[in-house]
């Protein structure tokens, strides 16, 4: 009878007797010694007493829990009284923070039940904050807590003085080159002392604007006195020193560009660029630019030229000009701008060419045969050689490659495909490719003291442009290459050391979207750093040391 009932329990749906409901748990709960003694007809023996009896507290125990927790009542429908709606409302939640903690709770007050007996604490603490990644092992990078950067307006004022500006429309037209080591020191020195002598005139003075001087016509010009004076710099630097590829002129050079305060600007009419003069301690003589403290403030599409000179110090050339990004309220809306410095040493250069050297494709390219002052040999009259080294021929071309800057060796865009916005195709020059001899280069660059080597200028890289457009006409002729440079490509460093050296330029870094854009542009010179070495294997070209 009992098994049976316990069948006709698990069929049912609802709990209607409670009759059926201590048999199903008789059922359930009690082993199969017990239930064999409670079926079977055996001898009452005083252990079977025993036995039975324990099991009837037990299942009494049981039925009586069953009975306050089911709801009893009649009919097949569960109803739920006003009391306990009224117990479940008072019953505190413990629900769980947003912000992935628990708070301990509150011991001293206790919790007490429907029934006001009081309820023992069980709480268990789980933590949902996941482990941190560790990010990538850039050197140097550990930003320290930020602080807050009080701004205040920039203001216009003061001409740019005319021994700055007077006869130095055909210079400018060359670029800036950098500037040559005692006098990067010697400005570095300057730039330190000036900005101690702006924090004192700016806290005696005030933010006082005043404007003085004329208008000179074919550009604009004004002294900026109101500016905020940065509580950290945007040259990032957190080690305990720069990179090893970096001077501390490189580094003081970047810090003033970046940093020092805008005394003076000049725009140079057709030229989309200003010439800017940084502040000076009071106690300097000369112009700012003869002593390196100016700077050209270019558009932001030619933002490639911050991240050419990183490559260019990275593989040990050490030819173009300290650039770094800047942002100015008066200088396209606020963008980030690429600042270079402003080279007073450079030889005039010629207004259609641009170069201190004039050159034409052909007389190109029998230099590199007759491999000029190579190992100190004085080449002969016939030969036709510049004062240029012939391994400064090797730097440049490797450079260019690697960022395609044509304008140099290919200004007419004939070994590659251009596009629309490509100067080649603006100027209709793509159209004269038929004699390529008779084709100047541009933008090449002596120092008036140091005729034997280039300064690269105008490093406009592009970096859309796919592996099977290559400018391949910029290698021809090259058959040796630097040893530091071509060592540093196959030594699969080089995305980190660009990484480490980009990052110090706080306003380049953000501007190109942090590390993923980043990697993005590393991507594109790795890939092409991996052609150059193929074409340098396949070609049988030599490494050499080229130090000299």
């Known amino acids: 009878m009992l098994f049976s009932s316990c069948g006709f329990a698990r069929e049912m749906t609802t709990f209607d007797q409670p009759s059926k409901i201590k048999n199903l748990f008789i059922c359930c709960l009690c082993p199969p010694r017990v239930l064999r003694l409670w079926t079977c007809r055996r001898p009452r023996t005083r252990r079977n007493l025993l036995v039975g009896t324990a099991c009837v507290i037990y299942l009494g125990f049981l039925v009586s829990q069953v009975g306050h927790v089911l709801p009893q009542h009649r009919g097949g429908h569960q109803k739920i009284s006003s009391r306990s709606l009224q117990d479940a409302a008072q019953t505190p939640f413990l629900g769980i923070p947003l912000d992935g903690t628990l708070s301990p709770p509150n011991f ?174 009071p106690s300097t003589t000369g112009t700012a630019c003869n002593q390196g403290h100016c700077g050209i403030i270019k558009r932001p599409l030619d933002m490639s030229e911050v991240f050419a000179f990183h490559l260019d110090r990275i593989l040990g050339l050490n030819r173009s000009l300290p650039s770094v990004s800047r942002r100015s309220e008066f200088f396209q809306d606020g963008q980030a701008c690429p600042v270079i410095l402003w080279d007073s040493s450079l030889s005039p250069t010629d207004n259609s060419t641009h170069s201190s050297v004039k050159l034409t494709w052909g007389q190109y390219q029998q230099l590199l045969k007759q491999k000029c002052w190579q190992n100190g040999k004085v080449p002969k009259a016939e030969w036709g050689c510049t004062e240029i080294h012939h391994h400064e021929w090797s730097k440049m071309a490797l450079f260019d490659f690697l960022l395609q800057i044509y304008n140099r060796l290919d200004r007419n865009c004939c070994g590659f495909k251009p596009l629309k916005e490509d100067s080649c195709v603006q100027q209709g020059l793509k159209l004269q490719c038929s004699d390529q001899d008779a084709v100047d280069l541009t933008h090449i660059v002596q120092r008036r003291h140091d005729r034997r080597h280039l300064a690269f200028i105008d490093n406009k890289g592009f970096f859309d442009r796919n592996e099977d457009n290559l400018d391949f006409k910029i290698l021809q002729g090259i058959n040796e290459f630097p040893e530091s440079a071509v060592s540093v490509l196959r030594s699969q460093r080089l995305r980190e050391k660009l990484l480490q050296s980009l990052f110090l330029d706080k306003i380049y870094w953000e501007s190109q979207g942090g590390r993923k854009g980043i990697e993005k542009l590393i991507d594109v010179i790795e890939r092409r750093s991996k052609i150059l070495l193929t074409y340098i294997n396949a070609h049988g070209a030599k490494v050499l040391p080229m130090n000299e």
Do not use: C
Request: no cysteine.
């Open 108 to 281: 001293k007050e206790p919790q007490l039940g429907s029934n006001g007996t009081l309820l023992p604490p069980n709480v268990v603490y789980i933590t949902l904050r996941s482990k941190r990644s560790k990010p990538a092992n850039i050197r140097g990078t550990v930003k320290p807590k930020r602080r807050k950067k009080h701004a205040t307006p920039l203001s216009y004022g003061q001409h740019f003085p005319k021994a700055a500006v007077i006869g130095r429309e055909e210079a400018f037209a060359q670029q800036p080159g950098r500037t040559t080591h005692a006098a990067g020191t010697m400005g570095a020195a300057i730039a330190l002392e000036a900005r101690k002598h702006q924090l004192d005139e700016h806290k005696h003075k005030g933010m006082a604007i005043r404007e003085r001087g004329h208008q000179r016509p074919g550009g604009i010009s004004g002294v900026i006195k109101a500016q905020p004076q940065p509580e950290e710099s945007n040259i990032r630097i957190y080690s305990e020193s720069s990179p090893s590829w970096l001077s501390k002129d490189d580094i003081l050079n970047m810090r003033m560009l970046a940093d020092s305060r805008i005394e003076n600007i000049q725009e140079v009419p057709s030229h989309k660029a200003v010439l800017v003069e940084f502040a000076r301690g």
